[in-house]
């Protein structure tokens, strides 16, 4: 009841801050970014076990190739990030947090490849420095989310008045009236 109790407050109080929004938001994207790590270093040690005294050869081709996916899903993460602090309300807050929580985190799975790999050298560090960076950009961007869990949901796509799927611009979809 503990872990859960401050999330009912999150999402049943009548009035909520954007302090308070973020106390919870920042607690439940660590969690999901730490439960990558957990599960891809355990997959590794898994790996690394099942694979013992087979021998392994380092490849500082398959190191930047690893370096380059992992920059790679942190752009596409940050980009996410940057789409889906547009929201308002608190669930699809808490949703996006958690949403974005696991594509920093995915960023640690090449990180746990190149450990089971015995991957050494500087792209190791350049992995790790991604990780930190990762992790560093989602807790910040939970602070915008904060925000945006204060903030009103907007309409729904297909309500009225929204001219996303209105060509005159009216809430009038003249297509369909012709």
Known sequence: MGVIAPLRR??????????GAA?????AFVVGFMAQVVL???????????????AVHQSSVLMWVLVGFAILETVFAA???????????RRPALTATLVLATLYGSVTWFL?????TEQRGVG?????????VAY????????TLAKAAVRPPG???DAPGNDALAPDGHGHDVTAES
């Open 10 to 19: 999150y999402l049943d109080a009548p009035r909520l801050d954007e302090f």
């Open 23 to 27: 106390a919870v938001l920042r607690p």
């Open 40 to 54: 891809a270093f355990l997959v590794a040690i898994v790996v690394r076990l099942l694979t013992a005294g087979v």
């Open 79 to 89: 980009f996410a990030g940057l789409r889906l602090t547009s929201v308002g309300g």
């Open 112 to 116: 746990a490849l190149a450990f089971a």
């Open 124 to 132: 190791l560090y350049a992995l790790l420095l991604l990780v930190s």
């Open 136 to 143: 560093a950009l989602g807790f910040l961007t939970t602070g």
């Open 155 to 157: 309409p729904a796509p």
